[in-house]
């Protein structure tokens, strides 16, 4: 029994390779390390097909980039795919992973159908599936995954759930993990509270981290929120790991009162007027010369996310612009008017990757308050890895939305998805392969001290965790979403600061479910500091990152990625190019 004041450690768990997370990357990687033989672990804080963006319910299909052949009539390839990966990331994505991206989804396809994953299949019957336009492709290889109410990626989940009885997996649900454990610059295994709040650690030869993004830092809108808080990049830095690509989040102008699959083929090419509050047309305001209104959101029917790298960007930037003057609507966003719009006789200007039965035209028009809001989506940046998913830090590894590499400033649409399985197959391969040659020895006191400390230095107060999360949330949709200069990434890292030091210490920790928001809302204080830091240093707008002092990209200066490393308790910068 280890003591830390009056805190003591259960138990210890022996496993070859733990995984942390339950959504796709997490039940790959499990799959993975079983097929090596190694004996796995799965941690999920939640309950197993219930956690994670994975299954997130606010998605309407899911797209799934890959060149199988049924776009190939026009030219498209693996090879074809890759460049396009390259090309969306702003010269942000490793090239290296990309093309293992592009080359390895064909497998991870047919592999999934095998386990009875179905894609939709295409209705003229030339080619195996139905695959359409998504976000930044220049081909349409978008293939659909067939939605029987399970959530975004819901039945990928399930049919990896169901693939992984085969295996030596245990399933633990309801864990909290608070920290990896590291020992002589290798991570050893990591400290864990389970349901009832019993302390305990796992010991093992690897760990994989499919723990997901931070959506929380960001204002919640009307779609569902999803338990992701940024644990997974907290801790990997903590670790030692090295992190990239942190200010280059995805952010879309999303519906409110009516589904993006009311006016198929994306309600922007339709071309409503987008209003404040005053009744006043917003968007000519923020146009550059010789752009309209039609324009932008010609644009934006090529990609759902907001980017700078075309005139749809303006939509967005309107959007916080407005909110911030206060004319924003009061529930937020800005309304969209279609009151002079042909919902009956408009042609999509392009075709989307939703299900061919989702497609049909409801013409339905929208209410009088129909609103878009600015949303975060999801990190294209996270842990860095290398071609096996191994971090920086021996022993750890990573897939899905806490990592990075094939993403850089934009990422093609589908392409989170379909990542988690194609590096969350080599994360459990190679995680188990390691774990099986190195097995650790003992937890030492020295080992399990930094976690303890952190953990039980707070005795805590007595304020809400919902409060600081607010706070949170409300400046980072103010200074940092969509538009952000020098002054506000100044004016939030004195905020961030703030939080840590007044009321962070004084949030409640008497039970589990207190203690486990205290340590999300100091993991999500962290990701928001590199997030807003990395911001503040790129003075320069690329992709889906927008800094309003400094608009034009800048391919002399900038053509190089913004790395994070924690040693020693203070976090260093560094910049250089991944490729």
């Given amino acids: 029994m280890t003591k830390h004041g009056d805190m003591k450690l259960s138990r210890i768990i022996e496993t070859d390779v733990l995984i942390v997370g339950g959504g796709a990357a997490a039940l790959r990687a499990a799959i993975g390390a079983g097929e090596v033989g190694a004996k796995v672990t799965v941690a999920l804080k939640g309950r197993t097909g219930k956690v994670g963006a994975s299954v997130s319910p606010d998605s309407p299909a899911?797209?799934?980039q890959c060149a199988d052949g049924c776009s190939s009539h026009s030219g498209d390839s693996p090879e074809v795919h890759y460049e396009d990966i390259v090309a969306t990331g702003l010269g942000m994505a490793d090239p290296r992973l990309a093309k293992i991206q592009a080359y390895d989804i064909v497998e991870r396809t047919a592999e999934l159908e095998s386990w009875?994953?179905?894609?939709?299949?295409?209705?003229t019957g030339r080619n195996k599936h139905f695959?359409?336009?998504?976000?930044?492709?220049?081909?349409?290889?978008?293939?659909s995954v067939r939605d029987i109410g399970r959530g975004h990626a819901g039945e990928i989940v399930w049919a990896m759930i169901d693939q992984s009885k085969k295996y030596s997996i245990d399933i633990h649900e309801d864990i909290f993990i608070t920290d990896l454990l590291v020992r002589n610059g290798e991570c050893v295994g990591a400290m864990a509270l389970d349901s009832t709040g019993e302390l305990?650690?796992?010991?093992?030869?690897?760990?994989?981290?499919?723990?997901?993004?931070?959506?929380?830092?960001?204002?919640?809108?009307?779609?569902?929120?999803i338990d992701t808080t940024g644990d997974g990049y907290a801790m990997a830095l903590r670790a030692g790991a090295e992190l990239t690509n942190m200010e280059f989040i995805q952010y879309m102008a999303l519906p409110q009162e009516f589904s993006m699959l009311d006016i198929p083929g994306m309600y922007w090419s339709?071309?409503?007027?987008?209003r404040n509050k005053n009744g006043n047309e917003v968007l000519t305001r923020y146009l550059p010369a010789g752009v309209t209104p039609e324009d932008a959101m010609r644009d934006r029917c090529q990609h759902m996310p907001f980017s700078t790298r075309d005139a749809s960007g303006w939509i967005d930037i309107a959007?916080?612009?407005?909110?911030?003057?206060?004319?924003?609507?009061?529930e937020g966003g800005l309304y969209l008017d279609f009151s002079e719009c042909d919902l009956e006789n408009y042609e999509p200007a392009i075709q989307h990757h939703f299900d061919e039965k989702k497609m049909q035209r409801k013409a339905i028009r929208p209410s009088e308050k129909a609103r878009v809001v600015s949303s975060a989506h999801a990190s294209n940046g996270g842990i860095l890895i290398n071609q096996q998913a191994e971090a920086s830090l021996p022993g750890l590894f990573a897939a899905g939305e806490v990592c990075t590499g094939p993403h850089g400033a934009d990422r093609l649409g589908g392409g989170m998805v379909s990542m988690s399985i194609v590096f969350g197959a080599r994360a459990g391969k190679y995680a188990g392969e390691r774990a099986l040659q190195n097995h650790p020895g003992e937890l030492s006191q020295s080992t399990l001290e930094p976690a303890l400390e952190r953990l039980y230095s707070n005795s805590g107060g007595n304020k809400k965790d919902a409060d600081l999360f607010r706070k949170l949330q409300s400046a980072m949709g103010?200074?940092?979403?969509?538009?952000?200069?020098?002054?506000?990434?100044?004016r939030l890292l004195n905020h961030i600061k703030e939080l840590r030091d007044d009321l962070l210490p004084q949030l409640a920790r008497k039970d589990l479910s207190t203690q486990r928001r205290a340590i999300e809302a100091e993991n999500s204080l962290l990701v928001a500091e590199l997030m807003i830091r990395a911001g503040l240093k790129r003075e320069e707008s690329r992709g889906n990152h927008f800094r309003e002092d400094f608009p034009e990209m800048d391919e002399t200066k900038w053509r190089k990625n913004i790395i994070f490393k924690q040693e020693n308790g203070v976090l260093r910068q560094e910049v250089r190019a991944l490729q």
């Fill in 270 to 274: 339709a071309f409503p007027k987008m």
């Fill in 319 to 330: 959007i916080i612009k407005e909110e911030n003057d206060g004319r924003g609507a009061p």
């Fill in 131 to 143: 695959a359409a336009h998504s976000c930044f492709a220049n081909h349409h290889r978008a293939h």
């Fill in 62 to 64: 899911v797209a799934w």
């Fill in 116 to 123: 009875g994953v179905e894609f939709v299949k295409d209705p």
């Fill in 478 to 490: 103010k200074d940092f979403l969509n538009v952000k200069s020098r002054k506000t990434c100044e």
């Fill in 200 to 225: 305990f650690a796992y010991r093992c030869g690897s760990v994989v981290f499919g723990a997901g993004g931070a959506r929380q830092i960001f204002p919640p809108t009307a779609v569902a929120q």
